[in-house]
């Protein structure tokens, strides 16, 4: 990883270690946190994911939360495999955005 990869991860809203439910593996979660999420935080997340991915070879899960997400968006998190917590609530990415009630 270079200096700038590093430094990139570093300014991860969370980084978190624990063990998948699954198989038992060790894993990462990365998120990026805003009230109303937006481009970069998905991109972001999606990066720094796959950044750490490669540097630990373990898997690692990219996350975008907040309180809301516009549909285009919420399209290109699911896309791109970013799971969504919106107000509280986690989607996997082959979850599509409930309707707006």
């Known amino acids: 990883m270079t200096p700038a990869e590093s430094e990139d991860l570093r300014l991860a809203d969370l980084l978190a270690r624990g063990i998948r439910r699954e198989d038992g593996a060790e894993a990462y979660l990365v998120a990026e ?39 285009d968006l919420d399209r290109i998190a699911r896309e791109s495999g970013v799971w969504r917590v919106l107000d509280g609530v986690a989607l996997p990415p082959g979850v599509d955005l409930p309707p707006a009630s």
């Open 33 to 71: 946190v805003s009230g109303l999420v937006e481009l970069d935080d998905v991109t972001r997340a999606a990066r720094r994911a796959e950044l750490l991915a490669r540097a630990t070879g373990r898997p690692v899960v990219a996350a975008v939360a907040g309180e809301r997400i516009a549909p």
